[in-house]
């Protein structure tokens, strides 16, 4: 299967995808379509982006071989993407450079975003702060108590952070009311969505700017292994990071793709974030995609330990490649997270944020079913600090 | 036979003078007082109802319709509910058009046929689906077609000339032009941008345009009168049930008395 010419030209991945907004935004969106053809083609734009992933991100991000986890396993030789060690500690980032210099480049001198556990938040605040861009970030209530060091950061940063109380107060309500922002404010401001959802051209463009973590992990992989994994797991939210490491193989059918969704207390309780393992198509936020929605067609509340993955929607492109049966899908409960998050932090030293740790439980799930032989590489999506509060609450320790 | 809608901006013309679209919430707070103030409607002088289909994450709505929409929700009002609505009103009104507003999903869900059919069989005369560009709407426009429904379309002062052409070719029954860039209920307008961008829009369309998004005061609907054929009151009107919750009617009647007043003399 070749997807490569997807999405088409008027952003659809099979029956997903598209541009449903309010006409008011049909216009900006052209503008920006425009825009990120034109430079994603033009050389120096691109040596600009390398240059800043290089030497303000700090990448490349390491291909980790995990002996200790691994042998614990005892099963398939499991690698670890990384991206925890970027700048503000996690993929985020990749995708904020990338939009911040298109941004500078379309004349928009105020950022906004939108941001669940704040990581894209703080990717934003960070990007606005190294180019003099006014930023405000919008930011579900509920999220801001269970996130606090990270609106801490934000605000450090020079960033507006507006919190967000309609609706279930989480990242949904967040993007919005960034999207109520966008349309009030078209003329100058440039809207940094995080994820790879959001009307066209934002999920192909999202995914072009995080692919840079499948063509290296492509590379080190082939270098350190001698071969391409067998194996690829990531957590799905809004899907960025797996898009990133996924789509450079897409077309490497020996490659088995798989996202792990927010199982938050089990699919069977209906207290999840799981619209490709248990939800249906429909329309939110701008594109058609699997969803979190009602026999009436209400968006219904998520559940997930995790702010970055409690999400009712998902990239379209991972619903078609769940329908295309490229990607597989699964997803771990909040307490399966949570001892893959005390496991690899005690056998590896590497504390993960929440969302990576539910792509690693599964991986542990998956790694004792498969031989030695097996090469699986897990997305290391971003760093745990920001969770560690929440983690001890857990235990009944207030820091 | 001419379509309500139609036969509605037809007396308008002979009159002649501007139309009052009023938007509320359906559901908001319950069936039965939405029945009561769509009648207050009509009897205060609306010559159009449109009637918001709640949703759980209204995009480009305002914090006023926001609140109308969850207090909806609150009160169990479902899509099906609305078209149960509709059906009720016009077991004693056949006269006054009513238009549907909101987003897509709940409409996807029900299923293009299936809703188009239910909405025609419950006296709908036409649908604006907010978040629905006609690019996407081929399905859905081919369903209402089926049922005689009208697709109310929105124009936007980010619009160009080619999307202007486009929605117009599209859009059926009349054009809601939206006065400003932002979310409803919000700021107000320049209204020479907006004299400009429908005298555009004329030489594109014979349709009638309404213009909608910070219509406030019956001051601002009597200086629209003169530059388009219907004026658009929606949060306005919101704002009056959400202080009255269980006896707006009369107040709403008022209100709305005031703004075709309005409408009247800046005809003149």
């Known amino acids: ?399 | 036979m001419p379509t309500r809608i139609q036969h509605s901006f037809a007396d308008l013309r002979r009159v002649p003078r501007a139309g009052l679209v009023t938007f509320i919430t359906a559901g908001d707070p319950t069936p039965a007082a939405t029945l009561a103030n769509m009648h207050a409607l009509v009897c205060g002088g609306a010559d159009l109802i449109e009637l918001g289909v709640p949703f759980s994450d209204p995009m480009a709505d305002g914090p006023i319709i926001q609140r109308a929409s969850e207090r909806a929700l609150a009160g169990g009002m479902s899509l099906s509910g609305v078209l149960a609505l509709v059906s009720e009103f016009r077991t004693r009104d056949n006269a006054t058009p009513v238009v549907l507003m909101g987003y897509l999903n709940p409409i996807e869900r029900m299923g293009y046929q299936s809703f188009a059919q239910r909405a025609a069989a419950a006296g709908v005369d036409g649908v604006l689906t907010v978040d629905l560009p006609p690019e996407e709407a081929s399905e859905y426009a081919q369903a209402f077609h089926e049922f005689g429904l009208d697709q109310i379309y929105s124009l936007a002062p980010t619009s160009d000339a080619d999307r202007m052409r486009r929605i117009v070719a599209a859009a059926s029954g009349f054009v809601y032009y939206v006065s400003v860039k932002g979310v409803t209920g919000a700021k107000t307008f320049e209204i020479d941008d907006v004299r400009q961008k429908i005298s555009a829009l004329r030489a594109l369309t014979t349709l009638p345009v309404g213009v909608g998004f910070g219509v406030k005061t019956p001051e601002i609907a009597a200086a629209l009168s003169s530059v388009c054929d219907a004026v658009i009151v929606g949060s306005a009107l919101v704002e009056i049930i959400e202080r009255h919750p269980s006896n707006a009617a009369a107040a709403l009647e008022t209100f709305v008395a005031s703004l075709r007043q309005a409408l009247a003399s800046g005809a003149a």
């Not at chain 1, 541009?19 to 920006?32: C, D, S």
């Not at chain 1, 999220?143 to 801490?152: E, M, T």
């Not at chain 1, 997803?331 to 690899?344: G, N, P, Q, Y």
């Open chain 1, 1 to 399: 299967m070749n997807t490569s010419p997807l999405p088409d030209e008027r952003g659809h991945f099979g029956p997903y995808g598209g541009k449903f907004v309010a006409e008011t935004l049909m216009g900006p969106l052209a503008e920006l379509e425009a825009a990120y053809h034109r430079y994603l083609r033009a050389p120096e734009f691109i040596a600009e982006l390398d240059h800043d992933l290089q030497h303000y991100v700090g990448r490349p991000s390491p291909l980790y071989f995990a002996r200790r986890w691994s042998n614990q396993l005892n099963g398939a030789r499991i690698y670890l993407k990384r991206e925890d060690l970027n700048h503000t500690g996690a993929h985020k980032i990749n995708n904020t450079v990338g939009q911040a210099l298109l941004a500078r480049r379309m004349g928009k001198r105020r950022v906004i975003a939108e941001t669940g556990a704040g990581q894209h938040g703080v990717a934003t605040a960070t990007v606005a702060a190294r180019f003099g861009m006014q930023c405000r970030v919008y930011m579900g209530a509920s999220d801001i108590q269970r996130q606090s060091l990270n609106v801490f950061r934000m605000k450090l940063l020079g960033a507006e952070v507006i919190p967000v109380t309609s609706g279930s107060k989480t990242l949904k309500d967040a993007l919005n009311e960034a999207m109520r922002d966008w349309v009030s404010n078209v003329d100058d401001t440039f809207y940094i969505i995080g994820t790879v959802a959001g009307p066209h051209p934002y999920p192909a463009m999202v995914r072009d700017f995080q692919a840079i973590i499948g063509r290296e992990t492509r590379a080190q992989c082939l270098a350190q292994v001698g071969r391409l994994p067998d194996s690829v797991v990531a957590c799905v939210g809004g899907g960025s990071n797996a898009i990133g490491i996924f789509h450079p193989f897409i077309n490497d059918p020996s490659v088995q793709l798989i996202g792990v969704e927010a199982g938050g207390d089990g699919i069977a309780t209906g207290r999840h974030s799981a619209p490709l393992s248990a939800g249906s198509p429909g329309v939110l936020h701008g594109n058609r995609t699997y969803l979190m929605h009602d026999a009436d067609g209400q968006i219904i509340e998520t559940h997930s330990i995790s702010a970055g993955l409690d999400y009712p929607g998902v990239g379209p492109e991972h619903a078609w490649l769940k329908d295309a049966q490229r990607a597989q899908y699964v997803s771990v409960t909040d307490e399966e997270a949570l001892a893959a998050f005390r496991s690899i932090t005690v056998t590896e030293g590497i504390i993960p944020a929440l969302e990576s740790s539910h792509a690693l439980a599964y991986a542990a799930k998956l790694a004792p079913t498969l031989s030695s032989d097996h090469v699986m590489v897990v997305n290391l999506s971003g760093r745990g600090d920001k969770d560690i509060p929440t983690v001890a609450a857990r235990d009944g320790i207030s820091l």
